[in-house]
């Protein structure tokens, strides 16, 4: 029998960026495309980084790279 990778649960699995309030990095995508352009509104629309803040740095990468990528797409769309 073959072994199963075990990167597969990664795929199974939303990846957590905010353990205390369970907010993943795809609900953080979803409210960026969603027209959050702020770490604060982020914050507000997910309660992300409220409690013990170690997620900042990477809630904030996200939002940095998703703005980026918004900004590449409409500059590409015209």
């Known amino acids: ?15 957590m960026v905010c353990l205390c ?3 993943s990095a795809d609900r953080l995508i979803s409210e960026i495309k969603n027209g959050a352009t702020t770490f604060e509104e982020l914050q507000k629309r997910t309660r992300c980084s409220t409690v013990c803040g170690n997620c ?6 996200i939002l940095a790279d998703e703005l980026e990528k918004l900004a590449k797409n409409q500059s590409d769309s015209t």
């Open 56 to 61: 900042e740095p990477k809630v904030r990468k």
């Open 21 to 23: 309030r369970h907010v």
């Open 1 to 15: 029998m073959d072994e199963i990778d075990p990167n597969i649960y990664r795929l199974m699995r939303p990846a």
